[in-house]
C-alpha cells in the first residue's frame, strides 16, 4: 500500500511539475509552428530554465524573430523582452548569449523608440536610465530603426535596427 501511495504521488509532482509549451506564432504560412518549453519550478526564484542574476530571472532564445514576434513570445512565458539597469546586468545577458557557441550574436532587447523618436522606453515599464550606445548611434537610419539590438559590431554596443529584422532574443522578469 505504502508503494502504490508512493507512486501515486510520484506521478502527481511529475504531473506538476510538467514542461509548459508555448508555441510562436507561425513566421510563413508554410512553416509549421515552433515551441519553446520553460519548465515549471523553482530555480533560485525563478523558473527553470531561467537564469536568475540579483532580483530578476533572464532566458535566451536562440530562434529568430522581429522584434514584435520575440516581445510576444516574451510575454507569453510571463515576461517581457529584457530590459538592461546597469553594466553588469548587460554582461549577463551578454554571458547567456554566448553559453554554448561562445558567439556574441546580434539580439534584441526589450528597448523601443517606436512610440517617439528619440524617446527610448523598455517593454517592461521600467525607466530607461542605462545605456551602452555605440559610437553614433542610435541614428534612426533612413526613419525605419526604432528596435534596441545589443552586440552589435566589434565593440559589442547598442544600435537602433529595424524590428522586422530576425533576431535571437533575451527575455527578463522580476524574480
Known amino acids: 500500500m505504502k508503494t502504490l501511495t508512493l507512486f501515486a504521488l ?3 509532482m511529475t504531473a506538476l511539475t510538467g514542461a509548459a509549451a508555448v508555441p510562436e506564432e ?3 504560412k508554410d512553416q509549421t509552428a515552433d515551441v519553446t518549453l520553460v519548465k515549471r519550478g523553482t530555480g533560485g526564484g525563478c523558473s527553470e530554465g531561467w537564469t536568475r542574476f540579483n532580483d530578476r530571472c533572464f532566458f535566451y532564445i536562440p530562434k529568430p524573430m522581429t522584434w514584435a ?11 517581457n523582452l529584457a530590459s538592461v539597469r546597469n553594466f553588469m546586468e548587460y554582461h549577463e545577458l551578454q554571458r547567456l548569449i554566448t553559453i554554448g557557441s561562445h558567439d556574441y550574436k546580434d539580439t534584441w532587447i526589450g528597448g523601443t523608440d517606436a512610440k517617439q523618436e528619440r524617446q527610448w522606453l523598455w517593454s517592461d515599464g521600467t525607466p530607461f536610465r542605462y545605456s551602452n550606445w555605440c559610437r553614433g548611434e542610435p541614428n534612426n ?3 525605419l530603426q526604432n528596435c534596441l539590438q545589443i552586440n552589435h559590431g566589434a565593440h559589442k554596443c547598442w544600435d537602433d535596427s529595424m524590428c522586422y529584422y530576425r533576431r535571437p532574443s533575451v527575455c527578463g522578469k522580476k524574480a
Open 141 to 143: 537610419l533612413f526613419g
Open 69 to 79: 514576434k520575440a516581445e510576444k513570445n516574451c510575454e507569453s512565458i510571463g515576461g
Open 10 to 12: 510520484v506521478c502527481a
Open 26 to 28: 507561425k513566421a510563413d
